[in-house]
């Protein structure tokens, strides 16, 4: 009776199992699932154009979940509190993440995107001079735009402080809260990425002061790549390949066809925003950025180097923070050039 009672429970416990796609003792297919975070910015736009066609979905094979972020800083929250798996995101925040996790916390694992931001003010200031006693807005206090901002002023002998003083007040707010606070002349400029740039040229007669591009050697400077929570790539490696290996499709498929990579991005923004982009909007801010798979290491540790300077983070070793095996597989077999990481 006792085998009879052992054999029963087996079989039950086998049972269970199947139908709940494991074995005993292992976890469920099912189970899984991939987090992966992204903004409705054009800067993200492998994001949206992949999740859009639903190239990430097919490739994962497990249930995708995504979030969207309006800045950095909120991403890395959602990161270090285990709420997504990957998130796209711009470079100082990553930075301030491996910085604060001592180089436990994340790894970038891919590029995605250079270029797409500029300072765009009112008529009527036409140098950096003109910006004394002026209101700008960044996204967020420590984001990529904001760094970039308080060095830039930095460098041109301009002071600000955290708080909103100094000769320049920098006034962090939402990217949408910016277009409206531009249109009511409650702000006098902005240092945002696209699509918001063009919208405040086109929408609200903003003229660009700065284009960022011109501030970095070759013109080129990572303002988006692909992160990822160490402890998750470590225990789904699978997951980690198969993810990044939409994210080079995404990336293959937006320059292969770029206007119509647009019309397909814009339909992703307009179900996370409820506005699509208009036209001439969409246009400019496809045409002010470059999509590759290059992070574009260089331009890293240039970051960390400005946020040090303005105050915002502590002089940070960058060694290891790029994990970029995995690209370099999936680059090659698709017969392309491998990446450095440095």
Not at 135 to 147: C, E, H
Not at 234 to 253: F, G, I, M, R, Y
Not at 277 to 306: M, R
Request: charged share 20%.
């Amino acid at each position: 009776m006792k085998r009879l009672a052992a054999a029963a429970a087996v079989l039950a416990l086998t049972t269970l199992a199947a139908a709940c796609g494991s074995s005993p003792g292992t976890p469920s297919a099912e189970s899984r699932q991939v987090r992966l975070g992204y903004f409705p910015n054009i800067t993200h736009a492998t994001a949206l154009y992949g999740i859009e066609k639903g190239l990430y979905a097919k490739s994962l094979g497990v249930p995708l979940k995504t979030s969207t972020f309006n800045a950095g800083p909120a991403a890395i929250e959602a990161v270090f509190s285990g709420a997504v798996d990957a998130t796209y995101i711009g470079p100082n925040p990553a930075i301030n993440a491996w910085e604060k996790s001592k180089g436990k916390a994340i790894n970038i694992v891919a590029g995605a995107a250079s270029g797409g931001v500029f300072l765009v003010v009112k008529p009527g200031i036409d140098s950096v001079e003109d910006l004394k006693g002026k209101k700008i807005a960044t996204p967020q206090l420590g984001n990529t735009q904001d760094v970039a901002l308080r060095h830039w002023l930095l460098e041109k002998g301009i002071k600000t402080d955290t708080k909103g003083g100094g000769e320049v007040s920098i006034v962090p707010q939402e990217n949408s809260q910016t277009l409206q606070t531009f249109a009511t002349g409650d702000i006098d400029g902005a240092w945002v990425p696209e699509p918001f740039a063009s919208r405040l040229v086109i929408e609200s007669q903003g003229k660009i002061l700065q284009d960022e591009r011109e501030l970095w050697p070759g013109k080129e400077f990572v303002i988006t790549h692909l992160i990822v929570r160490q402890e998750w790539a470590k225990a789904n490696p699978d997951l980690l390949k198969k993810l990044v290996e939409a994210h080079v499709q995404s990336t293959q498929e937006i320059n292969a066809d770029p206007d119509a990579a647009a019309k397909v991005v814009n339909a992703s923004v307009e179900k996370l925003t409820g506005k699509p982009l208009k036209p001439e909007v969409l246009a400019g801010a496809f045409k002010n950025i470059t999509f590759t798979n290059d992070p574009i290491a260089s331009s890293l540790t240039g970051s960390a180097d400005h946020a040090v300077k303005v105050g915002l983070l502590k002089p940070v070793d960058l060694n290891g923070i790029y994990d970029l095996k995995i690209l370099n597989e999936v680059l090659a077999a698709k017969g392309q050039q491998s990446i450095k990481d440095k």
